[in-house]
Antibody, heavy 117, light 109 residues
Framework: QVQLVQSGAEVKKPGASVKVSCKAS????????ISWVRQAPGQGLEWMGW????????NYAQKLQGRVTMTTDTSTSTAYMELRSLRSDDTAVYYC??????????WGQGTLVTVSS | QSVLTQPPSASGTPGQRVTISCSGS????????VYWYQQLPGTAPKLLIY???QRPSGVPDRFSGSKSGTSASLAISGLRSEDEADYYC??????????FGTGTKVTVL
């Protein structure tokens, strides 16, 4: 069965970077892209962008341009999302999901990133 | 980046029908498919409706979706206690961005 398993919770200081991983199994990794969605505490869902696992093409949300980088390692079927220059409003649960466009049919379990001094 | 507008809350008693609206614009709902997700507390969103009105296998037919112009709606008929959750609409935008709704908390009274 399709599974996306994410790395564990992180606590970071303002200005630092965080890199979250998402290991896929149960399907051909390069046949689908991976999208990233985040959810601040008590808030709604925010689309962050996607990466094609086939050719590495990316599309980032405008508000995150310059701070986010999405990559993949096809040898391990793992996708990564790195966010730099962290601020307190980056505190959120970060989800990976299968697909470069809607619908995102399978989701990871989420990774809580807390930014606090 | 714009958002899709949903009512913050909706409620009903067991067995009732509840409808959630989702309002967008010509660049998102008006020209692209609408999707609906259910998010139970502490869990990842689950796809409920795709392509405006299609249900993935395993989703009860109590859930139905529709779209008209720049708005969409999700209906839950025969409301059950396990339907208590947050519901989000979503659509692709012509600016090549994914757009989510503001979310609706459904309470079963």
């Amino acid at each position: 069965q399709v599974q996306l398993v994410q790395s564990g919770a992180e606590v970071k200081k303002p200005g630092a970077s965080v890199k979250v991983s998402c290991k896929a199994s149960g399907y051909t990794f390069t046949s689908y892209g991976i999208s990233w969605v985040r959810q601040a505490p008590g808030q709604g869902l925010e689309w962050m962008g996607w990466i094609s696992a086939y050719n590495g093409n990316t599309n980032y949300a405008q508000k995150l341009q310059g701070r986010v980088t999405m990559t993949t390692d096809t040898s391990t079927s793992t996708a990564y999302m790195e966010l730099r220059s962290l601020r307190s409003d980056d505190t959120a649960v970060y989800y990976c999901a299968r697909g470069t466009t809607l619908p995102f049919d399978y989701w990871g379990q989420g990774t809580l990133v807390t930014v606090s001094s | 980046q714009s958002v899709l507008t949903q009512p913050p809350s909706a409620s009903g008693t067991p067995g009732q029908r509840v409808t959630i609206s989702c309002s967008g614009s010509s660049s998102n709902i008006g020209s692209n498919y609408v999707y609906w997700y259910q998010q139970l507390p502490g869990t990842a969103p689950k796809l409920l409706i795709y392509r405006n009105n299609q249900r993935p296998s395993g989703v009860p037919d109590r859930f139905s979706g529709s779209k008209s112009g720049t708005s969409a709606s999700l209906a839950i008929s025969g409301l059950r206690s396990e339907d208590e959750a947050d519901y989000y609409c979503a659509a692709w935008d012509d600016s090549l961005s994914g757009i989510f709704g503001t979310g609706t908390k459904v309470t079963v009274l």
